[in-house]
C-alpha cells in the first residue's frame, strides 16, 4: 500500500483510473452515478470538493478533507461505492462489458471498476500549486483532444471557476479566496 501523507490544512489532489485503463466513462449513466456518489460522499465526509474532472478511463479530484478523516479512507468509500453500483449498472445495462472488467483474485473470478492500489495523491501546497493544478486538472480534456477548451467539457469544474455554474456537481470555494 503506498504511503499517503495527511497533512493538516491542506488540499489532496488525487487521480484514479479504471480498470485496464478502460473507458468506462463514456458512457453518461457511469458518469452521472460518480458525480451522484461523488456529492453524497461529499456530505457525508464534510469533504470541500474544489476541482474535478472526469476522463473516459480516470478521474481528477481537488478536495479538502478538513481533516476529517484520512485520504485512504475518503478514497475507499468513494471508489468502493462508485464500484459497486457502476458494476451492477454495467451488469444491468452492458453486460458484453463483462469480461473486460472480469479478473482473477486469489483464485475468484471477481469485477473490477478500478486500477487496483489508490492512485495518485498529493498534498497541495500554497494557492501557486492550488492554482496550477486546478488548470492542470480542467486542461486534461484539452490535452486529450476532447475539446478545443476546458469549458467544453461537461464532466469537469472549469465551468464553475470561469463562469459560476455549478453544473452538474456544486464545487466549494476555498475559505481564503474569498476573504482578498
Known amino acids: 500500500m503506498p504511503t499517503r501523507y495527511n497533512d493538516p490544512g491542506h488540499a489532496h489532489y488525487l ?3 479504471c480498470h485496464n485503463r478502460l473507458k468506462l466513462f463514456k458512457e453518461l449513466s457511469i458518469c452521472e452515478l460518480f458525480i451522484s456518489n461523488l456529492e453524497r460522499i461529499r456530505c457525508q465526509t464534510q469533504t470541500l470538493l474544489w476541482a474535478y474532472v472526469i476522463m473516459p478511463d480516470h478521474v481528477h479530484l481537488l478536495i479538502d478533507l478538513q481533516d476529517k ?3 485512504s479512507k475518503y ?3 468513494l471508489k468502493k ?3 459497486y453500483y457502476a458494476i451492477r449498472w454495467i451488469q444491468e445495462n452492458k453486460p458484453r462489458w463483462i469480461p473486460y472488467i472480469q479478473t482473477v483474485q486469489r ?4 469485477f473490477r471498476f478500478w486500477l487496483p492500489g489508490g492512485g495518485y495523491d498529493r498534498n497541495i501546497y500554497g494557492d501557486q500549486t492550488l492554482l496550477k493544478t486546478m488548470n492542470y486538472i480542467h486542461n486534461n480534456p484539452v490535452r ?3 475539446v478545443e477548451k ?3 467539457w461537461k464532466w469537469s469544474s472549469a465551468k464553475f471557476w470561469e463562469f459560476e455554474e455549478p ?8 475559505p481564503w479566496w474569498s476573504q482578498t
Do not use: E, N, Y
Not at 483464485?107 to 471477481?110: D, P
Not at 453544473?167 to 476555498?174: E, F, G, K, S, Y
Open 144 to 146: 486529450a483532444g476532447l
Open 81 to 83: 461505492t462508485v464500484s
Open 150 to 152: 476546458p469549458t467544453d
Open 167 to 174: 453544473d452538474p456537481i456544486r464545487l466549494d470555494i476555498p
Open 69 to 71: 478523516l484520512s485520504v
Open 107 to 110: 483464485g475468484k473470478s471477481v
Open 15 to 17: 487521480t484514479f483510473s
Open 75 to 77: 478514497l475507499q468509500s
